[in-house]
């Protein structure tokens, strides 16, 4: 048998060739062919060739395997490989070229984006179209059209003129006359003598045009270098004043290669600085525990409520400026601080009419946890969300700004960037720092743009720069180098794993799966496994909270490390923050004592607290701060009339009566030891306290009020989930079931059937028999075994065609083993359109 009659004519040919662990491959590549699981490899192949599904594929290419497509799209059709090698590596020949091609090549037939065997190379059709010269889209490998297409239209009279100019026979037809000039043109030999004999000047023309683009523009009356290019057809028109360089003379100028510069291997990453390993650790550590404290510090500054929604979702310009003046950081890190948080379920919108943000319940369940299983949840959050801080200012694409916490933050590609970006980092020599640019240029290599366009515009170039930003800020890397917890996140061996022998090149160090730009992201299962690795690989690196704290007769308190969560709690209540670094100084004012006093504290609580926590004895001056803010909390009391004021001490009344300050709470007496007011209870407060007093609020039997810090929580809310980039990569048990499926709907639509009287069926044309037909069919196939072609429509309307086996037909029911599910099943007569028998042979 010929190889022309086993070769395959069409792409769903080449898919009924390939085994299941090919098919497999294809689909695990592409999960958009399998959304839905299609009915056989016809209609996966269709499926395989729509634009959509092309230009997805063919993004995903690597440098080089994306030159290659771009060379078959310029060769012939179909080509053969020595053709393609020819463009991929020059008439000189490339041994880096030739020995990375063929496994490009077979990276376009596993995606089904290229088909046939080497003798007939063919690119999908849609890929070739995506790709092919053409005037309102320049190939990128910078080549016009062949002769024939540019000269489609030109008349017959010129072309035989320009066929005689170039020393040609004439033709009797125009197609004749281009396919001789278009020998002339491929001829190495005869184009060189041709080109021998152009003046200095037409020359220089065409090497302006050779790398592309290959349009020129000329006038009614070409000067006398373009007329002699023109007059043999070595440039040639397309359009009035504009002329094109034909392909197969720039192949010719450009010694057969397509592109000017074939890339069949990635750049490296290599590295800018080595620091030793330790203290690249200890750097990413210390940056972690200020992480976890930054995290606490916003959460803290929105415990009684953070600022107001905006009406299209979001944190207000104003609301992001005054966070970020909190947190003492610049606008960009404070909308990433509330981005992670907000990604990680600690915040959310709480609901309410007068809607604002505030903790959830979950960052009380989070704060219960040790230190590094807190940052390991917030790593493991930035890893996998698709909400992309950096782009927090922009533009949308109606032109409205882009707000913290709000709409259309969400980019899919960011997992998968700072995935690749951190796994790079993985591979390079223990202690070594990457340089950004090489980390980009690797990124650009793997993903390269449509077009080869590389700029600070594109999104993937954007994510990896701020993957570099905020894994240093979340303590992921230390100094540039990616620490030994966040090795772990990646689920990579420990670094100390390899120090055996010395890595080939970045990437050596990596697992097979890595070791690509389409490393699979982990399953939920491996990644708790892998966030519970990095917690225990970071938790030696923290410093023990302590249980102490150093009081100072200057109303302050130092804590000289982080502090146990009981502790440090009572002490936010008790004190405010004067400042940070490496240890906390805490200042003790009436203020910051009254609202421990509100919070159901006594003083002798208060005493009890800071002796029992402090390595030095309570000063003089905060013993007596404490009493007298105690000896003066609570004589006024405040509760709901709209409001009133109740005191035991009428004095004490008529000194507030008396105070100017008071005028706006419109103060009334009452009684002797009450007042009445015409505002709310929370304003009367905050008045009373404003003008030095110390108030209680009190309910409506008389009891205290007490406030706590953490009493302003939202209701239960789900993390926003992360957008996907498309549908998830199919898991093994999926991949088999929908090949199984694919290849018993294929056999079903391919079994040669038996010649019926009637006219034959179109493809995919279910067979029509009556109910009287199919039934007697039926019943005489229960008794010689046959299996039948049918067609069947179920409940929900679906039409499929099926290659079944009767074994019983009884009360309107037919019970047969169908091969396109591989299992017995029963189907209702009514809902069969038609049946077939098999040709001899195919059951």
Request: net charge negative; charged share 25%; proline share 8%.
């Amino acid at each position: 048998m010929s190889t022309e009659a086993t070769a395959p004519r069409s792409l769903a040919e080449a898919l009924r060739s390939r085994d299941d662990t090919s098919l497999a491959a294809l689909l695990r590549s592409r999960p958009d062919l399998i959304t839905p699981v299609p009915t056989d490899l016809t209609q996966l192949a269709t499926r395989a060739g729509t634009r959509a599904s092309v230009v997805r594929a063919l993004e995903r290419l690597d440098r080089f395997a994306l030159q290659t497509a771009e060379a078959l799209a310029v060769a012939g059709d179909p080509a053969t490989y020595g053709e393609l090698l020819g463009l991929m590596a020059g008439d000189d020949g490339d041994p880096p070229v030739a020995a990375a091609l063929p496994q490009a090549l077979g990276r376009l037939r596993e995606q089904a984006l290229a088909w046939g065997g080497d003798d007939r190379l063919r690119l999908v059709r849609t890929a070739r179209e995506l790709l092919a010269p053409s005037p309102q889209h320049p190939s990128p490998t910078g080549l016009g059209p062949t002769v024939r297409e540019a000269t489609a239209g030109m008349s017959p009279g010129r072309i035989q003129e320009i066929v005689t100019t170039a020393g040609l026979p004439t033709t009797h037809d125009p197609v004749s006359a281009a396919d001789a000039l278009t020998g002339l043109f491929r001829d190495r030999a005869r184009l060189a003598a041709l080109l021998a004999e152009a003046p200095r000047e037409s020359v220089e023309v065409l090497e302006r045009l050779v790398w592309g683009p290959p349009y020129g523009q000329v006038t009614a009356d070409p000067a006398p270098r373009l007329r002699w290019l023109l007059d043999r057809g070595l440039l040639l028109p397309t359009a009035p004043g504009t002329v094109v360089l034909p392909r197969e003379v720039a192949l010719h100028l450009r010694a057969g290669r397509a592109h000017r510069a074939a890339e069949p291997a990635a750049p490296p990453v290599t590295a800018t600085a080595t620091h030793p390993p330790k203290v690249a650790d200890a750097t990413a550590a210390g940056q972690a525990y200020t992480t976890l404290a930054t995290v606490e510090d916003l959460l803290a500054d929105w415990d009684e409520g953070g600022p107001a929604v905006l009406r299209a979702g979001g944190l207000s310009v104003r609301d992001l400026k005054r966070t970020a003046v909190a947190l003492d950081v610049s606008e960009p890190v404070a909308a990433f601080w509330v981005e992670l948080a907000y990604a990680a379920g600690l915040i959310a919108s709480d609901g309410e009419a007068d809607e604002r943000y505030a903790a959830t319940p979950a960052y009380d369940e989070w704060l219960e946890r040790p230190a590094a299983e807190r940052w390991a949840h917030l790593a493991v959050t930035w890893l996998t969300a698709t909400r992309t801080p950096g782009v927090v200012g922009g533009r949308d694409a109606k032109d409205r700004t882009l707000s913290a916490l709000g709409p259309g933050l969400d980019r899919s590609a960011a997992p998968e960037v700072r995935h690749r970006v951190l796994t790079l980092l993985a591979g390079l020599p223990e202690g070594a720092a990457a340089g950004p640019e090489t980390v980009l240029a690797r990124l650009h290599w793997e993903r390269p743009l449509r077009g080869g366009r590389r700029d600070e515009d594109d999104l993937r170039t954007r994510l990896a720069r701020w993957t570099l930003t905020e894994a240093e800020l979340l303590g992921v890397t230390g100094r540039g180098v990616l620490s030994s917890h966040g090795r772990a996140l990646l689920a990579l061996p420990a670094a100390a794993d390899h120090r055996a022998g010395k890595p080939e090149g970045p990437g050596d160090r990596l697992p097979a799966h890595h070791r690509t730009g389409s490393a699979e992201p982990l399953s939920p299962a491996e990644q708790a496994v892998a966030s519970a690795a990095a917690a225990r690989l970071l938790a030696p690196l923290l410093p023990d909270p302590l249980d102490h704290v150093l009081l100072q007769a200057d109303l302050t308190a130092v804590a000289p490390g982080p502090l146990q969560r009981p502790l440090a709690a009572t002490l936010g209540v008790l004190a405010d923050v004067e400042s940070k670094g490496g240890a906390t100084v805490y200042r003790f004012t009436p203020a910051s004592v009254r609202r421990a006093l509100d919070a159901g504290r006594s003083a002798s609580d208060l005493h009890a607290f800071l002796a029992a926590h402090s390595r030095t004895p309570v000063p003089q001056p905060l013993a007596y701060l404490i009493d007298d803010v105690a000896r003066r909390h609570g004589h006024l009391r405040v509760g709901a009339a709209s409001a009133y004021v109740r005191c035991d001490d009428d004095a004490l009344l008529n000194e507030i009566l008396a105070d100017r300050r008071a005028v706006v709470l419109r103060l009334r007496r009452l009684a002797p030891t009450v007042l009445a007011a015409q505002t709310d209870p929370a304003t009367l407060l905050e008045g009373l306290r404003a003008m030095g007093f110390a108030p209680a609020a009190e309910s409506a039997e008389g009891d205290v009020l007490i406030t706590r810090a953490d009493a302003r929580r939202t209701p239960p809310r789900t993390a926003p989930e992360p957008v996907p980039d498309g549908p998830p990569t199919p898991d093994a048990t999926l991949l088999a079931a929908a090949i199984r499926a694919i290849r018993a709907g294929d056999l079903a639509s391919t079994a040669p059937r038996k010649q019926a009287d009637s006219a034959p069926l179109a493809a995919g044309e279910l067979p029509r028999t009556s109910a009287a037909e199919t039934l007697a069919t039926m019943q005489a196939a229960v008794l010689t075994g046959q299996a039948l072609w049918i067609g069947y429509v179920n409940a929900e309307g679906a039409a499929s065609q099926r290659v079944i086996a009767p074994v019983r037909v009884e009360g309107g029911f037919v019970t047969a083993y169908d091969h396109t599910a591989d299992e017995v099943r029963t189907y209702p007569l009514h809902r069969v359109t038609g049946v077939a028998e098999l040709a001899d042979g195919q059951d």
